[in-house]
């Protein structure tokens, strides 16, 4: 008779047990599909400045300053504005490739300037479309 008590008890303990295991599986989904979801939302539009290479002669009225760039972010990123020396660059901008950056892509921007003399400082910034600003670097014109 003792047997068959036990028995029963057994029945309780391994529901418990089930519906437990089962919630805790549920609970493991719900989590894995909102942490998905939400970094779907949370991407970083993030452009990095790697080289800035000045071509031409010191003082000639038109040279051109390259920019590289790389999209460090998890997100696509497009410029939509660039300053040199907090002046709009935007419309000396020769177009040679697209301002819009897939993450993990590369590129160059290539500027036609008004001449760059040796040894000084030229900072460049770049903007999004929300006048954001995406990217920056500083670096001294070459001797």
Not at 4 to 11: D, E, F, P, T, V
Not at 54 to 71: D, E, H, K, L, P
Not at 78 to 103: C, E, F, Q, R, W
Request: charged residues 10%; hydrophobic residues 45%.
């Amino acid at each position: 008779m003792k047997i068959l008590r036990s028995k029963k008890a057994l029945s309780p303990v391994v529901a418990s047990i089930i519906l437990i295991a089962v919630t805790v599986a549920v609970s493991i989904a719900v989590a894995a599909w909102m942490g998905a979801l939400t970094i779907g939302f949370m991407g970083t539009s993030s452009l990095t400045i790697t080289d800035l290479s000045f071509q031409g002669t010191s003082g000639q009225a038109s040279n051109t300053i390259v920019i590289y760039v790389r999209n460090s972010g998890t997100k696509q990123v497009t410029i939509a504005k660039i300053h040199l020396n907090g002046a709009d660059v935007t419309s000396k901008l020769n177009v040679t490739s697209t301002l819009t950056y897939a993450p993990a892509a590369t590129g160059n921007l290539t500027i036609t300037t008004a001449g760059w003399s040796s040894g000084n400082p030229y900072e460049v910034k770049l903007f999004d479309s929300s006048n954001n600003p995406i990217g920056a670097s500083q670096e001294n014109a070459p001797s």
